[in-house]
């Protein structure tokens, strides 16, 4: 199973990306996704995760902005995220049934 990761970019502060997550196999479907990040110098910290019954949760520093979703037709799991500050900088990862993607960069200018 692979889990590939993407959509990140430059944005300013203010705006809006939406991060994917396609996995190789139908682990989405059976299992819960999670977003983390990590802005550089910091440890890894929960984002966002999306349960198999569609129930999610998020951190207190996004609740409001971000928005994760799944399509399980397209193995696909996003993470909108509007209202972008720069402190939401950073590498951002999902993950599911122990499996790792490879991170994608954010970075938010002021």
């Known amino acids: 199973v692979q889990l590939q990761a993407s959509g990140g970019g430059l944005v300013q502060a203010g705006g809006s990306l939406r991060l994917s997550c396609a996995a190789s196999?139908?682990?989405?479907?059976?299992?819960?996704v999670t977003w983390h990040r990590q802005a550089p110098g910091n440890r890894r910290e929960f984002v966002a995760i999306?349960?198999?019954?569609?129930?999610?949760n998020y951190a207190d520093s996004v609740k409001g902005r971000f928005t994760i979703s799944r399509d399980n037709a397209k193995k696909t799991v996003y993470l909108q995220m509007n209202s972008l500050k720069p402190e939401d900088t950073g590498v951002y990862y999902c993950?599911?049934?122990?499996?790792w993607g490879q991170g994608t960069l954010v970075t938010v200018s002021s």
């Open positions: 196999g139908s682990i989405f479907s059976f299992n819960p």
């Open positions: 993950t599911s049934a122990g499996y």
């Open positions: 999306i349960f198999s019954s569609g129930t999610t």
